[in-house]
């Protein structure tokens, strides 16, 4: 549905392998790599690409939520600390996200679009529904974060 890019740090060996020094959770087989040498690792993290190659709308509200799960987490001087101190009110937001983020995969994956039956059980569309919501959530945190 979706094809997703994201920044790798990466060493190389003395006899010529390549080694993957990125963390990922959750672990991954197999990594295609792509070198960039546009790009260099400058001490914070790097927000993954995403490109759609489908024409499922829900994809678009999925990108995002991550997108604003990103913004919040390396917001400031954020992006520059290994672990992060958030506020009350952005706890509650990043839970909020987190949970629409693998409720959206789930429902993406299970072929549903933005006219299905909404996954929280309210009988409504999606859109109409926790779609709705996400995007008002995410218009109100795009006046505060850069996403």
Known sequence: MFVEAE???????????????????????????LPDTNRKYEGFQVANRKMKISDNGVLDDYFECCDALFAIQNHGDRKFKKGIVLQNDEIKIIEFLVSMKYSLHRFIYEGNNRNSVCFCNSNLKYKRCCGFMLRKVIADLKLYYTF
């Open 7 to 33: 920044f790798h740090g990466i060493w190389k060996s003395d006899d010529g392998r390549i080694i993957d020094i990125t963390p990922k959770v959750p672990s991954i087989d197999n990594i295609l790599f």
